[in-house]
């Protein structure tokens, strides 16, 4: 049976160390401070939004919430991001994403002040990832698969890392975080010839795909590290990743459960930017 790498101890863990932070940076007469902007009521959203005001509050971070109806303008929108860029007491910003098609996200996410952008939505954040210049935030779910390799022991160096996905929210960063921990990296994609014989070649198996169940036991190979991203709904209407978990629970030597698993990570890694990036704004 494979080891089960939950996300809670991760996130426990740094939970722990940021409270610290944020308390000093209080000491500084700094309050850290996210805004958290939604546009409509996805569920997937609301359940994020929930998940990060308890995390924030567990750390000590205060939220101010932007809440927009799905008929609001691309100008509403704007005008909401350039009022966080000129706020001076809020330090981050999480815009939830994909925005209703009427706007143009790719100009709303380039108006964000990159000094605020924590979950790696600017151009300049993901260059920053690009070149590790250490000067923008990767974006928060490619990190927190980051910070599980770490809390778990694993040392990448050398090791062939085979990353299913290649988003700009997910795979393409953490393609990039993985090299730069030293690890051979491959990218998976729909174009791939034969998935399953790139993925059974993974010593470090991450899949973020969105497609539930698709990582079987063709896949999967004796030892190796999985990390499930997906969080889908299968056909019973339960939560699922994209592993197949009890193939991967018989093959795998570690497997992240959905849910519980990089889930749950993703909202202390947002907490950690914010205390970052209120060290840096001030
Ligand atoms: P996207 O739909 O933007 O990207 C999916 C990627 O997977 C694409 O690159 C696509 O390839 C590839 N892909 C899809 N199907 C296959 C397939 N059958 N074989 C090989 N590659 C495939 O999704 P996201 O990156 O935004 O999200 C991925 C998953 O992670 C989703 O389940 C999402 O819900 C979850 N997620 C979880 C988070 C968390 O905190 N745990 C946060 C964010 C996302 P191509 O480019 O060729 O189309």
């Known amino acids: 049976m494979a080891e089960h790498w939950k996300g809670a101890p991760v996130a426990q863990a740094l939970t722990e160390r940021l ?36 995390r924030c509050e567990k750390v000590g971070i ?4 932007f809440t927009l109806t799905k008929e609001a303008s691309h100008g509403d929108l704007m005008e909401v991001i350039q009022q966080i860029n000129v706020d001076r007491e809020i330090h981050g910003c999480l815009l939830f ?14 108006a964000l002040d990159p000094a605020k952008d924590v979950d790696g939505i600017t151009a300049g954040s993901l260059a920053s990832v690009f070149t590790g210049s250490g000067a923008g935030y990767p974006p928060c779910t490619a990190q927190a698969c980051m910070e599980i390799l770490e809390h778990y022991g694993c040392d990448l160096t050398g090791k062939r890392a085979v990353v299913v996905g290649r988003s700009l929210v997910v795979g393409r960063p953490l393609a990039m975080l993985l090299l730069r921990k030293n690890a051979t990296v491959t990218v998976c994609h729909t174009r791939t ?6 993925c059974r070649r993974a010593e470090v198996l991450i899949a ?72 840096q704004i001030g």
């Open 19 to 54: 409270i610290v932070k944020a308390n000093q940076l209080k000491v500084q007469g700094i309050v850290p401070t996210l805004a958290i902007v939604r546009v409509g009521e996805r569920p997937e959203d609301l359940s994020y939004e929930r998940g990060a005001l308890k």
């Open 62 to 65: 205060r939220v101010k919430q």
């Open 97 to 110: 994403r994909p925005l209703p098609a009427h706007m143009d996200e790719d100009a709303i996410c380039a």
């Open 193 to 198: 010839a034969d998935l399953p014989a790139e």
């Open 208 to 279: 973020a795909a969105g497609v539930a169940n698709m990582i079987g036991r063709d896949h999967l190979t004796p030892g190796q590290l999985v990390l499930d991203v997906g969080i889908n709904v299968d056909q019973d209407g339960n939560l699922v990743g994209d592993v197949d978990f009890t193939a991967a629970d018989e093959i795998a030597g570690a497997v992240t459960p959905v849910p519980g698993g990089v889930g749950a990570v993703t909202t202390s890694v947002l907490a950690a930017h914010v205390l970052q990036a209120a060290e």
